[in-house]
């Protein structure tokens, strides 16, 4: 059997769920919603609105059969329209949440890190990591979540160390961890719900191939991880896993899942 062999158990059969962040083929939410309902779930997919606009979700939600509800992350009210309207579309309360978004006007802008603009900086850690908190304040205030249910967000280890050129994401990433270790307790305690990060290798998204040197930094990782920079469609597999009953043990975590980089000090296929 290849690394590639993919099983159909139906590990989310029965199970409804809310994507974030769905653009084009290449995003990772793309390929885990893609996985969720060939596991079995029924799923709404949402998006910012000028996203739906640049983005192909459409032919997303056509293949999927799953309805699109357009929702600014960042606003309470267009949360608490998505999480009723898909609780109506599904029929009943959501087993899983994933939250995939993120954006630097920054970055974007080529600004210097020794030369942030602040107001940015501010945008970036509200549709980033704020847009988090958002989230699962909403679902709690709402009871949408079903008891057992599991929230994750997408992250990368540039929230523990350096990298010059990440930006203020960075800082970003490492506040949507803390959210999730913070009201992971609060829900765990109250709905057994839980809740946790991803850090996921560098992926050739549209996203990440914005980023300045990412082709160059994507073959570093690749080298340095014993097992090689980990595949989208590897990454949509692992998020299954968080999603199904096979993890209720797990919440508050920040979990690598990037070849084993994370824990590399030195690999000499680099130096060749």
């Not at 996985?35 to 079995?40: A, F, I, L, P, R």
């Not at 249910?149 to 203020?168: H, K, M, N, V, W």
């Not at 996921?200 to 980023?211: E, F, H, I, R």
Request: with cysteine; charged share 20%; net charge negative.
């Amino acid at each position: 059997m290849t690394a590639n062999t993919h099983l159909n158990m139906n590990l989310l059969e029965g199970k409804r769920g809310v994507i974030f962040g769905a653009l084009d083929e290449k995003s990772i939410a793309w390929k885990i919603a893609e996985k969720c309902v060939e596991q079995g779930a029924k799923i709404t997919l949402t998006n910012a609105p000028v996203a739906l606009r640049m983005g192909k979700i459409q032919a997303l939600g056509e293949k999927l059969n799953a309805e699109i509800i357009a929702a600014d992350a960042t606003s309470i009210e267009d949360l608490e329209a998505l999480f009723t309207q898909s609780q109506e579309i599904l029929g009943g309360k959501l087993d899983f949440v994933l939250h995939s978004i993120g954006m630097s006007i920054n970055v974007r802008k080529k600004r210097p890190y020794t030369d942030i603009k602040y107001e940015w900086m501010q945008k970036t850690f509200d549709i980033s990591a704020i847009s988090f908190h958002k989230t699962m304040q909403t679902l709690y205030k709402m009871d949408a979540m079903q008891d057992w249910g599991s929230i994750l967000a997408l992250t990368y280890i540039a929230s523990q160390r350096t990298f010059p050129d990440y930006s203020e994401m960075a800082e970003s990433k490492a506040l949507l961890e803390s959210f999730a270790r913070s009201f992971g307790y609060h829900f765990g305690k109250a709905k057994n719900v839980r809740v946790n990060t991803v850090s996921q290798s560098p992926t050739m998204t549209t996203a990440g191939s914005g980023v300045s040197g990412f082709d160059e930094f994507f073959s570093y990782a690749d080298k340095m991880s014993p097992l090689g920079n980990a595949s989208t469609e590897a990454c949509a597999d692992f998020c299954v896993a968080m999603f199904s009953d096979l993890t209720r043990a797990v919440t508050m975590q920040n979990l690598y899942h990037d070849g084993g980089f994370s824990s590399m000090g030195m690999n000499p296929d680099v130096l060749g």
